[in-house]
């Protein structure tokens, strides 16, 4: 076995663990390295892949401590979503900064990542036992399993190895799995510089190895849980995309050379088959499977870069598993289906369904891979067949109706063969071919050329395997030949030893059972018997040909061929187990029939017997020679186990007679296995917790023993009370179990007489059972048996894993085990006692797949030096069996020699029908038949003698009807009983009844099929072909046989420029339309409110000032709107001057119209080219492609079909006319024939014949039918049954047809004059009668009576005459009609055959131009994109150029400003200004501006300092050199006596003067740039140019080869003699291919063109000479216009000056108008006045208003000043009064009462209250004097107190 870095295995390695999930000492070393690679930092690193660490034990200890553990309780917890949460972060920082630092020179150990076998400890077993060195199978059936690495290497996945396989050298080398779980799937970096390999198994890595040092380069972890299903590249190969297989489906994005994953996520809840990357967007993924597409994008959202997909939507297309896809570069997907169409996917949703003409499938099956090659989709499909397919074709595919279905063609096609099933392909890198490797899922490996031309090669099956599992296999006893089946249906001869596959025979049924027959039956070890599904055993002879003679001819000899010797049919189901009996006497063949049926050797394998078992057989065991007697151990899966003895040999004699094969008295033992894993598991649970017990209590003696030395008898009670309290409850034993359903046995051998051994499934599986056969007992029945074993075996891991098939070595110290999960187990047993099996050493290695390669069949040698397994994953392994003896390198197999005489030895018929008879039910149906024929014989001897009952009965019937009607006996007297009568009604209805139901699915599936027929056949028919004879001649004419019409007929697609505008712009359209008129609407609402705003302010009367404002606003208009049509119409006078100048041509001028019909006349006038001209130019109007010749041909079509269409009506209409005449003429013969009947014979006339309708007449009446019919056709199938012979059969379906159509055929022709008879019936019916009557009277006739019969005589001679002409009248004038159409018909026709040439011909162009159309689209396009991108370009440099004219017009206005700066400065200063010039150095003085710039971020005080310092620097600079060297001026100073104003003025003037420089210099700096940009594209506009000019010469030169293709075309031309005018000598010559066929139109327009051209040339010359005289007139016409203008000119300028004094500018005095200015101000001073004037009216209003208001109040206050006046009065009287009061009543109140007090004060109050209100009401009166209004006179207050306020 050949590895990348295999060396020498140490003692270190003996230390090994399993390879399913246990690691040995080395491999956990490894793991620890990488984890410590992991913690480990920059240093750590070493380029070369050198060791990482020092001291590598601690390594070790440290991962024992934690990292091992750690790898466990992940793997053990890994539902635990808490604890992976917790973990992730604790190693992610590490992991990213250490990954980022990954050197590109880093390599891993492969030693290290290896998986290896596992040896148990301490057992000596050598690491190497089993060393692989070679691969037969080949997984055909696993997704993507061939990879191409270079031009001789592929690499595919065979279980646990990756082998590389060299396709010269046919050397292979391997790989092995670093999980031992096997490799899930493998990829190819785009470079083929790195391979993938993705692995299976707990969270299972991706490796990716450099190529060709198979090094492993980098890790990829953590991206499944259990298995990838498929990774890709992308196309850079950057990046990584993985898929994982169930149960989670993750998809993976990885940075593959940092070992990080770049995006995750759950790519969908099914199977998914693949993911790819987009070849154009590495940023579009796409991934398919079970019933999904769906569509990846990595899109960059606010939380960062995340995967966002859109799952496909099937719409109303089926759901379907999608294998094959393919992304186009816009973004579309191309995918294949389960039925074989392509789905064309856009957006998310299928664009388009596509598929083949008339709704055929693209393919036959699944279309497993799509991929685009040099423009051209291929296409690979489960049904072998490879299809290309236009590319363009299916990028622009869309669906034209309803169906969504769009038919198309494939460019080119291959069949691979027709037991093919394309898997995938991959292309060779072979320079100058077009060869590519094709994956077979039925067992191959294609090489196949796509090239498509003359020298394709046909396609090579380079390696030929087995497909799907390999079932059965066998090892010679003789050398080192093997033999292998499966149920491909092939038994294929391998030599182990020099790696070579030999031969191979293929059969009709699968192979599921093989032998090699041993030595003592064939001495030369050159037979194998095969056993197949069907039940059928083969014997097949093996034989060197080299042997053979040779006979002339036979060019190729194989090493190895195989012939069928003999076969037999035993089983009515799949054959199960062969094997010979130790003497080789007898044959022993197991089934799932539950037979085994036994054959005697030497007498051909002549049937002995058969038993049946219990079950279906599973093994057959016969015991060795060690056992004294020869028995068969008969193993069936259903738990039953048999033993049989040697069947007896009966002879012949009494074997005859037998019914049956069955042997009923054989002595059989029966084992009926019950499970007893329970009551072991409890056996062992019960010794597990006994050892447990003796150990603590062991424990606790010691202690007991320690308490007692130390402590006495406290530590005795101390230790009572501790083991009061660890008494604890056990807990309970496992219950005894046993499964309802018994578990299936896998296999079993023979260790004593009466023993065995065997393995079992299911819930048993884990151990080997040792049983023994019980004593035989018939008292009890087979089912209800229950044994069990009396012995057993612990095989470690094994619950899940039992062990499928079991071999023992040669010399029987090793036993070889095959289990469930392909891994091979090694027990080593003792050598002492070889019987006893020792399973405590064994060693253990995963080979094949481990989900689905459990391992069918393991065999050794005949020597013990190799071991063959073969699985359930197409695998077969060799392996080299450890051993002291080194092998010869170069040791070959023999292959046995052929026997004398066996190529003329005839090779028996073999049994191909699975439905054949077995030998036991062949045997039983001789006998049945036997048993029927004499049932057969008796019932004819019955019959016999109810068939003379039944003619006695009928004498007696006869015998009764003989006799008087009164003696007669009724026909029911002779019913027994009335109601068996009516029985046998009732039974014969409900038979027909059940004979109808029993017969409705034939006759529906007849219907259907008839109708297939019919829609095959006849719909696609438009009209049949029809036939019509002449009646006197044999002329006949024929109608077209019309299909309808083809795919070229049909409309063609309406182009962009007239197709219909879609719902959508429609939509559009009426929505910008609604919104326009919603608007209309909207202002037409608005305008009413306005007009009634407006009709009310007009019935308001206007005032004076209103009527005064509108006058002027209208004078102020009428002035304005004068002089701006005076201005606007000098302006269109000098617009029209300079038009009028610019269309004056210069003296050189030519017209571009002359120049271009000169330039045409020299190219095309008088220069007739042809089209095989070299130089041939073809005109635009003449380029055609391929769709405007599908136009063309399609027009054709429509044209050819409408003819043929009118015909066929003219000849219906013909046939119906001979129909009618055919009537006519019957009934004019029967009229005929009623008047004959009354003449005399001798005045007959002969009765002219009755035309008939022949069949082809009518075709369409051959497919009606009747019952009459159907019973004569019945009846003459019988009949044609009954006369054929067996050999004959053949041709009974065309005999039968031809007689049914000849029956339906005459029934029609009766049918078809039935009517007419029954109308001559009527017309001869009154003839007959008269005849009739006259028959009865027969007396003499009287004269008159004569005289009567004379004349009838004469009418009906006349009518008789006039009968028969009428009749040759009609037959006459159809005839006529037919030679008339007849020939209209030949002409077409001879129309016909030119349009089917002229088809062919344009059908050739059509093909033609499609194979040009692609490189001229390409051209084209280059052609197109050129011209845009100058015409984009010309657009580019006309805005530039526009651009620079719009910046000269604003540099022309800045300095037109300047001017009128300066010119507004010098008018400001006036004359003689003394200041004038130092005004004129401020104002011209240069100073520079700090610019002013918008800053974003603060600077810093060092940088402002700095920038302000240099600027007043350069402003000192620029005021010294402003200034003159004579004169110094401070320019920030008004001067003394210097009109402040002026100055300001002159600074104000300066800073404008300033902004205008500066926007001039922008302007120019613009300017400049844009010239720049201009030479910039014009000198690209001249490289496009040239492009262009090159582009188009390209076109056109493709153009002239596809036109020189064309004529390469031949065309059939039917020429008169008389249009032949080349003649030589008078002949016409042999050779034509000088000539020219001109049509009668073309040449008529040459010689009418000759004749234009002369008239053309007249005329031009007679123009030529009108044009010179009008020039001379117009020169003089212009001088005498000079004259006139200049006088004019002289006149106007004395008038200017005798009025104005001097010469003034007309069009400024015309322009001259109002000053806008004024007059707006003077109609705002006269509104502002009016305004004023009404709002004093207002004030004064308001003024009188108050006053009114004032006088009330004043009026109001002097009376209540009267009152107050009163009340003071009478308060006073009132006070003396109160005093007086007082002084006379003594001083007994002395004092003033509280009463006065408060009322006193509430006086006081009042009284100032009233005072303050006076003297507000004085102030107001005093600010109302002070506004000028009307001055009142002062109040006069009442009292003196009360003084006036002044004003």
Not at 1068 to 1088: C, F, H, L, M, Y
Request: glycine share 6%.
């Amino acid at each position: 076995m050949k590895e990348p870095g295999d060396q020498d295995t140490d003692g270190r390695r003996l230390d090994k663990s399993k390879s399913d999930g246990k690691r040995s000492l080395s491999s956990l070393k490894s793991a620890s390295k990488f984890a410590v690679r992991e913690d480990a930092t920059d240093e750590t690193f070493v380029e070369g892949g050198e060791s990482y660490l020092e001291d590598d034990d601690y390594d070790t200890e440290r991962l024992e401590g934690s990292s091992g553990s750690f790898h466990y309780d992940y793997v053990d917890n890994i539902g635990d979503s808490q604890y992976v949460e917790d973990l992730a972060p604790a190693s992610e920082e590490v992991e990213e900064e250490v990954k980022k630092k990954i050197s590109e020179n880093f390599f891993y150990d492969y030693t290290e990542l290896i998986s290896m076998p596992f040896v148990t400890p301490d057992s000596n077993i050598p690491l190497d036992l089993l060393t692989l060195v070679h691969s037969f199978g080949y997984d055909c059936r696993k997704r993507a399993n061939l990879q191409l690495l270079d031009s001789n290497t592929v690499i595919y996945i065979a279980g646990n190895q990756l082998i590389f396989l060299n396709l010269k050298t046919k050397e292979q080398m391997y790989l092995r799995s670093s999980s031992g779980r096997g490799i899930g799937v493998i990829g190819v970096h785009p470079d083929k510089t790195y391979f993938t390999v993705a692995e299976k198994g707990v969270f299972p890595k991706i490796i990716i190895y450099e190529y060709p040092s198979l090094k492993p380069y980098r890790i990829l972890q953590d991206g499944t849980e259990l298995g990838y299903a498929y990774v890709d590249f992308d196309n850079s190969g950057t990046l990584l995309a993985s898929v994982g297989s169930s149960p989670d489906y993750t998809l993976t994005i990885w940075n593959w050379k940092e070992e990080q994953p770049i995006l995750r996520t759950k790519a969908f809840s099914q199977e998914v088959f693949k993911v790819t990357f987009n070849p154009e967007d590495d940023e579009q993924l796409t991934t398919s499977g079970s019933g999904h597409i769906k569509f990846w994008e990595m899109a960059l959202t606010f939380t960062g870069l995340k995967l966002q997909g859109s799952l496909g939507r099937f719409g109303k297309t089926a759901t379907t598993d999608i294998e094959g896809y393919m992304q186009l570069p816009d973004g579309k997907v191309l995918s294949g289906s389960e039925w074989g169409n392509m789905l064309l996917w856009e957006g998310g949703l299928i664009k388009v369904e596509l598929c083949r003409a008339a709704r055929k499938s693209c393919h036959q099956g699944p279309i497993n891979q799509i991929m685009l090659d040099e423009g051209e989709v291929i296409t690979i499909g489960a049904d072998g067949c490879i299809r290309i397919w236009d590319f363009e074709t299916v990028d622009t595919a869309d669906s034209i109706d309803d169906t969504g279905l769009l038919e198309i063609e494939p460019i080119n096609e291959l069949q691979v063969g027709k037991n093919v099933k394309l898997f995938s392909m991959i292309k060779m890198n072979e320079i100058g071919s077009n060869f590519w490797l094709a994956q077979d899922a039925n067992g191959a490996i294609w090489k196949l050329d796509l090239s498509f031309s003359n020298i394709t090669q046909d396609p090579d099956c380079l390696f030929s395997f087995h497909s799907g599992a390999v079932e059965a296999l066998a090892v010679s006893p003789l050398t080192y030949l093997m033999a292998t089946t499966a149920l491909d249906c092939s038994v294929r001869i391998y030599d182990f030893a020099s790696k070579t596959p030999l031969a191979q025979m293929k059969f009709k049924q699968g192979g599921t059972a093989l032998a090699w027959v041993p030595q003592l039956v064939s001495y030369t070890g050159a037979q194998i018997i095969a056993g197949f599904e069907d039940g059928v055993v083969r014997i097949l002879e093996l034989y060197d040909p080299k042997g053979l003679t040779i006979f002339a001819g036979r060019k190729k000899i194989s090493d190895a061929d195989i012939i069928l010797k003999q076969v037999f049919k035993p089983h009515t189901a799949r054959v199960t187990a062969l094997a010979y009996e130790r003497d080789g006497e007898i044959l022993a063949t197991g089934s799932k029939d539950q037979t085994v049926f036994f054959f005697e050797v030497e007498k051909d394998y002549k049937p002995i017997g058969y038993i049946t078992t219990p079950g279906p057989v599973r093994q057959l065991v016969w015991s060795s020679n060690s056992h004294p007697d020869s028995t068969l151990l008969i193993i069936c899966e259903n738990g039953y186990v048999l033993e049989t003895p040697l069947p007896t040999i009966k002879e012949e004699e009494e074997n005859r007679d037998v019914v049956s094969y069955e042997i009923k008295d054989m002595d059989i033992k029966y084992f009926h296995f019950s499970s007893v894993k329970s009551k072991i598991l409890r056996l062992i649970e019960i010794e597990k917790r006994k050892a447990l017990r003796d150990l603590k209590k062991k424990e606790k003696e010691e202690r007991r023993k320690q308490l007692a030395a130390e402590m006495g008898e406290d530590g005795e009670k101390e230790l009572q009370v501790e083991e009061e309290e660890e008494e604890e409850e056990e807990e309970p034993l496992p219950e005894i179990f046993i499964p309802s359903t018994p578990c299936h046995i896998l296999c079993g051998f023979y260790s004593e007489p009466g023993k065995f051994w065997v393995s079992l499934g299911g819930y048993d599986a884990g151990f080997l059972y040792h049983c023994e056969f019980p004593l035989y007992d018939q008292s009890t029945a087979i089912i209800k048996k229950k044994d069990e074993p009396f012995d057993f075996r612990l095989l470690e891991d094994t619950e899940d894993n039992p062990i499928q098939t079991i071999t023992f070595s040669i010399h029987q110290d090793m036993m070889f085990c095959g289990m469930q999960n392909g891994a091979i187990r090694v027990y080593i047993l003792s050598q002492n006692k070889p019987s006893l099996i020792n399973t405590e050493y064994y060693w253990h290695f995963n080979i094949h797949d481990n989900n689905y390669g459990c391992i069918k069949g393991i065999c050794t040698s005949f020597d013990d030096r190799f071991l063959v397994t073969t699985g359930a994953d197409s695998n077969i392994f060799v392996f080299t069996i450890f051993s002291e003896f080194e092998l010869k390198k170069d040791i070959k197999a023999e292959v046995p020699s052929p026997r004398f005489g066996i190529e003329t030895e005839p090779i028996p018929k073999d049994i191909e029908d699975p439905k054949a008879y077995s030998i036991e039910n062949a045997r039983r149906k001789r006998q049945h038949d036997k048993l029927m024929k004499e049932v057969e014989e008796i019932k004819a001897g019955k019959r016999e003698k109810l068939k003379a009952l039944r003619n006695e009965f009928w004498k007696l019937l006869e015998m009764n009807q003989g006799l008087p009607k009164h003696m007669q006996f009724k026909r029911t007297d002779f019913d027994i009983d009335s109601k068996i009568r009516a029985e046998i009604g009732r039974k014969t209805a409900f038979k027909i009844q059940q004979v109808e139901k029993e017969l409705a699915w034939e006759k529906e599936k007849h219907q259907i099929g008839l109708m297939k027929l019919q829609n095959r056949f006849r719909e696609s028919l438009e009209s049949d072909t029809i036939v019509v004879h002449a009646i006197q001649s044999d002329h006949k004419i024929s109608s077209y046989r019309l299909v309808k019409p083809s795919k070229y007929c049909k409309s063609k697609r309406t182009s962009l420029s007239d197709r219909r505008t879609s719902k959508l712009e429609r939509l559009e359209k009426e929505g910008a339309g609604r919104k326009d008129s919603q608007k209309d609407t909207g202002g037409n609402i608005s305008v009413p409110e306005e007009s009634i705003i407006e009709k009310g302010k007009k019935f308001r009367p206007k005032t004076l000032s209103e009527i005064m404002v509108e006058n002027q606003i209208e004078k102020t208009r009428k002035l304005i709107l004068k002089a701006e049509r005076a201005q606007l119409k000098i302006q269109q006078r000098k617009k029209e001057w300079e038009e009028l100048y610019k269309s004056k041509p210069q003296d050189d001028f030519e017209d571009p119209r002359d120049v271009q019909a000169i330039k045409e006349a020299q190219l095309y006038m008088g220069d007739f080219n042809l089209k095989t001209a070299a130089d041939y130019k073809i005109p635009e109007h003449m380029r055609i492609n391929a769709a405007k010749k599908e136009e063309e041909l399609g027009h054709l079509d429509t044209l050819a079909h409408s003819k043929k269409k009118n015909m066929n009506k003219c000849i219906l209409s013909l046939r119906d006319l001979k129909v009618a005449v055919i009537e006519e003429i019957q009934c004019l013969v029967q009229e005929l024939k009623s008047i004959q009947s009354t003449l005399h014979v001798s005045k007959h006339i002969p009765i002219p014949q009755v035309p008939q309708i022949l069949p082809e007449e009518v075709p369409e009446k051959r497919f009606q039918y009747d019952e009459e019919i159907l019973l004569n056709f019945k009846r003459q199938q019988i009949k044609i049954q009954d006369e054929m012979s067996s050999q004959l059969e053949k041709g009974e379906s065309a005999i039968s047809g031809g007689g049914f159509l000849r029956l339906s055929s005459i029934k029609d022709s009766d049918l078809t004059t039935r009517d007419s008879l029954s109308r001559s019936s009527k017309a001869s019916s009154f003839s007959v009668d008269t005849v009739k009557f006259l028959e009865f009277e027969k007396a003499d006739p009287i004269d008159i009576e004569l005289e009567v019969m004379k004349r009838d005589e004469i009418k009906h001679l006349y009518m008789q005459q006039y009968l028969t002409n009428r009749i040759k009248e009609l037959i006459v004038t159809f005839d006529a009609e037919l030679h008339l159409l007849r020939h209209q018909k030949l002409k077409l026709d001879t129309q016909m055959k030119l349009s089917d040439l002229h088809h062919v011909t344009l059908f050739q162009e059509m093909l033609l131009l499609k194979n040009f159309e692609k490189q001229e689209n390409i051209l084209q396009e280059r052609v197109n994109s050129l011209d845009k991108e100058e015409q984009d370009m010309q657009w580019k440099i006309n805005e530039t150029l526009k651009e620079m004219e719009e910046k000269k017009n604003e540099i022309a206005k800045l300095q037109d400003q300047e001017k009128a700066l300066y010119a507004g400065f010098q008018a400001a200063i006036g004359e003689n200004n003394k200041f004038a010039n130092f005004l004129t150095k401020v104002l011209k003085k240069r100073i520079k501006r700090v610019k002013k710039k918008e800053v974003e971020g603060d600077a810093d005080e060092d940088e402002e300092s700095d920038e302000s310092s240099e600027e007043e620097s350069s402003l000192e600079s620029d005021e010294d050199e402003s200034g003159s060297d004579d004169e110094v001026f401070d320019d920030s100073i008004c001067p003394t006596n210097c009109d402040v104003g002026l100055f300001e003025l002159a600074l104000q003037l300066r800073e404008k003067r300033l902004d205008i420089e500066e926007a001039l210099v922008e302007e120019k700096k613009i300017i400049d740039n844009l010239r720049k940009e201009h030479d910039t594209l014009s000198k690209k506009v001249k490289v496009v140019a040239a492009n262009l000019n090159v582009a188009e010469e390209a076109l056109e030169a493709y153009q002239r080869e596809k036109q020189q293709r064309l004529n390469e075309l031949l065309v059939v031309i039917p020429l008169k003699l008389h249009q032949v005018e080349h003649v030589v000598f008078g002949e016409i010559p042999n050779d034509l291919s000088g000539t020219l066929v001109f049509s009668n139109h073309s040449l008529g327009r040459l010689q009418e063109r000759i004749i234009q051209l002369h008239e053309e040339n007249s005329k031009q010359q007679k123009l030529n000479k009108e044009c010179r005289e009008r020039r001379k007139q117009l020169i003089r016409e212009k001088r005498e216009m000079a004259k006139t203008i200049s006088k004019m000119e002289e006149t106007v300028h004395q008038l200017m000056i005798s009025k104005f004094g001097r010469v003034i500018d007309l069009e400024a005095l015309q322009t001259l108008s109002v000053n806008t200015t004024l007059e707006e101000l003077k109609i705002k001073k006269l509104r502002k006045e009016l305004t004023n004037a009404k709002e004093m009216k207002m004030w004064e209003e308001k003024i009188a208003q108050v006053r009114w208001e004032l006088m009330m109040k004043t009026k109001e206050h002097t009376k209540k000043l009267h009152q107050m006046n009163d009340l003071c009065i009478e308060k006073k009287k009132l006070d003396s009064r109160l005093n007086t009061l007082q002084n006379q009543q003594g001083n007994a109140f002395q004092g003033p009462r509280k009463a006065d007090i408060v009322a006193r004060q509430k006086v006081t109050e009042l009284i100032q209250l009233q005072a303050e209100r006076i003297s507000a009401l004085k102030e107001e009166i005093a600010l109302l004097r002070k506004k000028g209004g009307l001055i009142l006179p002062p109040i006069q207050p009442p009292q003196g107190e009360m003084k006036p306020m002044g004003l």
